[in-house]
């Protein structure tokens, strides 16, 4: 059976969109960095529309639109939405789906004997190791649960967050994981506010240097190095790239709120060609390195966001001449 879904893997996924859907705002972890607000986490809203909006009709929405689509499925804890295992399968008749989770949930193992590993493009198993260290299994259980996924032949990564306290144990931590077999590791550059201070400017040049040595991609090196910016890089975003929120509601990304309708009740429909960025910070620096059509640069400090605009609107009017 595991030596079957291995196979599944050479499907690399011929899709051609990808929406970013914010599906669900509850998690069973409390995370002292999560960027959700506290207000956020509203959980009549959730059941609201689960109960309003079926697994069935969702994946029905995504086929109606013509597009192969890769759905990148994030919260909240995504393993939580009521019925997700159904809609996975669902959604990966057609489809791909990508996700974001915290390897804790009982429905784990239905979903791996569910869905095939081909139709899985990624998923991004998030190390949170002092919510770990609160449960009764621990660091072992998540590990436990990512061998599994491998073993299935799923593509899957860890991810582990470079916040401010964890930098005294992130090594050890990590020679830890490494030791259980797991070399898949990722380490997140900690993006947002710590005792008041905003990261990642606030890194010393030591903690730096000390990330640096862990072993950083390109992109949490630039991340590290600078603010992240794409104003006037034409994007896909609105093209065929999207973001939705957990009503259905699309927009052009997770930064711009250009409005595309409501995939939902049937209204979304997608812009028709690739435009340029007119933000002057992205919201989300990992959309905009995967779907930007040029490298990042760093925000000029004098920069105003009118003129820019102007231009890049400009820009996207000759370009559609």
Known sequence: MVEQKKSDQKDLGNYTHYMYWWMYRRCNFDCEYCFRRREDSDESTDEFIYKKYSPEHIAQQFDETGKVWNVFMTGGEPFLYPGFVKLAKMLTRRHYISLSTNLSTPNLCEFAETIGSGRVLAINASLHILEREKMKDGLNGFLRNFHYYLERGFNIRLTYVAYPPLLGRIKEDIKRIKDN????????????????????????????????????????????????????????????????????????????????????????????????????????????????????????????AKPVRFFTDVCNWIGSL
Do not use: H, W
């Open 181 to 304: 077999g797991i070399d898949k590791i990722s380490v997140k550059v900690f993006q947002g506010s710590y005792q008041g201070q905003k990261y990642p400017r606030e890194y010393t040049e030591a903690e730096r240097t000390f990330l640096r040595e862990l072993g950083l991609s390109k992109n949490e090196e630039a991340i590290l190095d600078r603010r992240i910016s794409f104003l006037g890089r034409k994007c896909q975003a609105g093209c065929n790239v999207f973001s939705m929120d957990i009503y259905g509601n699309v927009t052009r990304c997770s930064t711009l709120k250009d409005k595309y309708g409501n995939l939902f009740d049937g209204t979304f429909v997608p812009g028709e060609l690739s435009l340029r960025c007119t933000a002057r910070r992205c919201a989300c620096t990992y959309q905009g390195i995967k779907f930007a059509s040029a490298e990042p640069f760093a925000v000029p400090s004098g920069i105003v």
